[in-house]
């Protein structure tokens, strides 16, 4: 038979069906590795552009119009409203921080202040199912929080300000909730005049009011009546949001889930893959006979490759659709975990174009790293299979390019799918620097071993002969155990560095209050206030400003931000207006790396101090000018110094820093935070800080008090669901690392057969085989424990500091204890494997060699 007239593919599949295992007897790894890997991305997928969907179908209601203006401490101009009611019907109000007090209780809120058209888009639902709009009177919508932190009931009544309004009923859907961002009370909401009505809307008071429109044309461009009314009103300080992009923080954090989750799913699939070339040499390995009678009889090469090539694919295929189920399964359990979260349709979800992704991932793995043992097993003659058991097959060259191939479409995926590229083709480099490490570190461990002294022990000495004698599965076991313990250690470090982030550096910086809009003229009566009762309490005020960056540069040559075509790289202090203040003296957290600050009280030309890797961005230096708008004025400073700022800290920090003279006379309040005694809270002092948070309600009714510990509270919950799905994902890696090793310790078992086997008949003990494996597997986990513990932590690194951008804080010694406890499986494993070899009958394996 020769190789033009080959079996065609309908024969080829007749025998491969024939010769396949209906439990898929020895391609149960290869099975197990693609479901594992392919499951993670069709879930992940799934999910993500399902919320990425909703995202975009729902943002006119998620956003409550087609456009909407912000603008700080002040109301739209009737010429600006004018302008923005050309493109339709507009709706306004204001939204601002307060206290609301019921007898004895107060409690912060988020005030949401709407006129009679809100919402333009959705609809508002009360918890008994009734469908309201915006509140008239003195009547007000509560979120249940505020409700039960007043201990009010429907009907009730409640002072915010020095108005008293009436409970009427409690949110339970806010239609426009998400857009609104992160807040630090429950909502309450009423009506447009109430703010103004409570007294507080004073000069200088911190609120923002909104505008939204529904355009009365839909096919207009939001993105199109943004440059026009920025071009209309150049110096307004406008901050813009569009129906397609209704809540940045929202998309920023599913992009960034998104793209770890993907990468985690890629990395338990190049996981796999390793498992996959393993498991497809074991299973030929196994049908070696089966191959040489195939050529004995005539079968060509491309025969042989056709017919195992079939059995491969049907099993990639199956654990493909089974990863995908699975997926599609699971969806709605991640579903309910980010319900409230995230906009998300409860139940079932089904997206093609993630799950073609997904099935295109695991195929085209399955291809990339099955062909060379496909090819090798090809390539020979019918004795030299026959012979394999003692005379190892040599490698087929042939099959680097089919294999280079399947990884280069891999990665083309990957970058091309992908709304990181750089991100993911930084992951792709790492994991190829980790595969070339790992493989590099497999020859220097049989070097390393085919060098050293032979131990007097005979377990010891015959462990280091396995390690490096002809034909050891030592590379494949260095990178199993590899990936695997460097899983380990990935998930210990992202998990424990995400719990120090949450319970050890914010709780030790984080004041007890912050209070905002202090007016300037009760300075002294609000510290004798918090001071009558805890007189060690620690006190800041500063003043607090809004306003947004007009022109920056050189003097006689400034750019106007109005005329940028588009925002420099990281020069986000230019989008919209931004929180502002005045001082006589450096910030605390802040150092000046350039220029000097200025003297106390200082009173020549007007100076600024800015962030220095603000500056950076915009290409700044200190001697230019920076011209910002407040409340409608213009005022310029020339940059006196810039500043390191440690932005993590608990208290005031301000990108843009002004000598008093510069902006003091603009209408303005302070903020102010306070730190009590670490016995506050308890004893008589828990009495003392009701007291203190009543009277601050009592005597300033325009001020808010925002709790901390709430807020804190809050951010809690939130970093511990992504703790959680960063768990959850890293998981999969960690199980498909497992599956490898198995599959690695279960491949070279059947070479280790006929090595036992005549161990035995010279008279070794079953005691003495099972040392003798842990011995060998005991050595080569022990040399890659260090780089192991360097790979996790590294890739740990990545994630926490460069995609959730958290501090890097693990708990080494959990990180180790993990690791140690990865060791430990590895030995459990490897005693595990060994088994099956003292099983073995010495007759029947010697009469197959």
Known sequence: MNEAAGLSWGAAWRIARRDLNARFKGLRLLLVCIFLGTAALAAIGTLTAAIERELAASGQELLGGDLEIEVWQRDLSEEEKAALGEYGTISGGTRLQAMASAGENAAPVELKAVDARWPL??????EEGREAGAPSGNRAWLARGAMDRLDIETGDTFTIGTVELTAAGVIENEPDRLSEGFQLGPTVIVAEDVPGRAGLLQPGALYQSKYRVAFADQGSDPEAVEESLTEA????????????????????????????????????????GIGIAGGVSSYLDQRRTSIATFKVLGASSRDIVRIYALQVAVAALVGSLAGLAVGVLVTPLLGAALEGLLPVQSGFIIEPAPLLLAGSYGLLVAFAFAAAPLLR?????????????????SRDRRALGVTAAGLAAICALALLTTAEP???????????????????????????ARRLPRPSNPILRSALANIHRPGAPTGALVTALGFGLAAFVLLAAIQTAIEGNIDSRVPREAPDYFVLDVPVAKEARFIELVEERFPEAGLRLVPTLRGAVLAYGPEGDMVRVSELEELPEGAWGLRGERGLTYADRLPQGNRVVEGEWWSPMHSGEPLVSIDAEFARALDLEVGDYLTVGILGVERTARIANLREIDWESMGFNFLIVFSRNAISDAPHNLAATIDLPDDAGSGPNREAR???????????PSS??????????????ILRQVGLATLAAAAVAVLAGLAVLMGAIAAARASRTYDTVVLRVLGASRKQILLMQLAEYGLIAAALAFVALGLGSLLGWVVITQLFEFDWLPDWGAVLGVLGLGLVMVLAFALGGSLPLLRAKPARALREL
């Open 422 to 448: 750089r991100l993911s083709a930084g992951f792709l480099a790492g994991a190829g620097v980790a595969l070339a490490l790992l493989a590099g570190l497999g020859f220097a461990i049989q070097a390393a």
């Open 377 to 393: 097993a090809r390539s020979f003659p019918a004795m030299a299979l026959m012979r394999s058991r003692v005379t190892p097959l």
């Open 233 to 272: 009103f150049p110096n307004a300080g406008f901050d813009f949001r569009t129906r397609d992009r209704a809540s940045p923080g929202a998309d920023r954090f599913v992009a960034q889930m998104s793209d770890f989750l993907t990468l985690v799913g890629l990395a338990a699939l190049v996981i796999a």
């Open 121 to 126: 888009y959705g609809t508002l639902t009360l």
């Open 690 to 700: 009701g007291q203190l948070l009543r009277a601050l309600v009592r005597e300033f």
């Open 704 to 717: 808010s008090v925002v709790e901390v510990g709430e807020v804190l509270g809050e951010a809690r919950t």
